[in-house]
C-alpha cells in the first residue's frame, strides 16, 4: 500500500560528506604567517600579484597540519621559522620549498605535516613536468 500525503524534506548534504570535520577554506592574495591554529586549514593561494611567502610555525609549537595550494602565478615558497628545520624531497634540513620555476607555478600545493619535533614539507606537483626548488 503506497503512502501518500507525505511532503519530502532535502537536506542539504555535508560537505565531503565529513560535516564538522570539514576542512576550512582560507584565500590568501600575499604573504602571511602561518600558526598551530591553522591546523586542518586549505590555503587557497589566488589573486596575488607577487611572489607569496609562508613562514611555518616553530616546530615546537606542533603538532599542526595544512595544505597550500597555488592558483596564482606567482612564486610560492613555505619558509621554515627556524633554518635547516624542513623535511622534504632529498633534504634533511632545508630552509624552504617553492615553486619559482617560470610557467610551473600553477597548481602546484604543499602538504605541512608537523608533530612537534620534525616538520615535512612535502610538494605535490599538478604536473610531472613542475619542478620544486629546494634551499638549503
Same mark, same amino acid.
Given at each position: 500500500?503506497?503512502?501518500?500525503?507525505? !511532503?519530502? *524534506? =532535502?537536506?542539504?548534504?555535508?560537505l565531503?560528506?565529513?560535516?564538522?570535520?570539514?576542512?576550512? =577554506?582560507?584565500?590568501?592574495?600575499?604573504?602571511?604567517?602561518?600558526?598551530?591554529?591553522?591546523?586542518?586549514? *586549505?590555503?587557497?593561494?589566488?589573486?596575488? /600579484?607577487?611572489?607569496?611567502?609562508?613562514?611555518?610555525?616553530?616546530?615546537?609549537?606542533?603538532?599542526?597540519? @595544512?595544505?597550500?595550494?597555488?592558483?596564482?602565478?606567482?612564486?610560492? /615558497?613555505?619558509?621554515?621559522?627556524?633554518?635547516?628545520?624542513i $623535511?622534504?624531497?632529498?633534504? %634533511?634540513?632545508?630552509?624552504?620549498?617553492? @615553486?619559482?620555476?617560470?610557467?610551473? *607555478?600553477?597548481?602546484?600545493?604543499?602538504?605541512? =605535516?608537523?608533530?612537534? /619535533?620534525?616538520? @615535512?614539507? %612535502?610538494?605535490? $606537483?599538478?604536473?610531472?613536468?613542475?619542478?620544486? !626548488?629546494?634551499?638549503?
Amino acid at each position: 500500500m503506497p503512502i501518500t500525503g507525505l !511532503t519530502p *524534506k =532535502l537536506l542539504p548534504p555535508l560537505l565531503g560528506g565529513l560535516g564538522a570535520h570539514a576542512s576550512v =577554506l582560507e584565500v590568501k592574495t600575499a604573504s602571511w604567517t602561518a600558526t598551530a591554529a591553522d591546523s586542518g586549514k *586549505k590555503f587557497l593561494v589566488v589573486g596575488a /600579484t607577487a611572489a607569496v611567502v609562508c613562514t611555518l610555525p616553530a616546530i615546537a609549537d606542533g603538532p599542526f597540519a @595544512f595544505e597550500v595550494f597555488n592558483g596564482s602565478d606567482q612564486n610560492l /615558497t613555505m619558509t621554515a621559522a627556524t633554518a635547516d628545520t624542513i $623535511i622534504t624531497y632529498n633534504d %634533511l634540513a632545508a630552509d624552504s620549498v617553492a @615553486f619559482s620555476t617560470a610557467s610551473e *607555478k600553477l597548481g602546484g600545493s604543499f602538504e605541512v =605535516l608537523c608533530d612537534g /619535533t620534525s616538520l @615535512f614539507v %612535502l610538494a605535490r $606537483i599538478s604536473s610531472s613536468y613542475q619542478n620544486v !626548488t629546494v634551499s638549503t
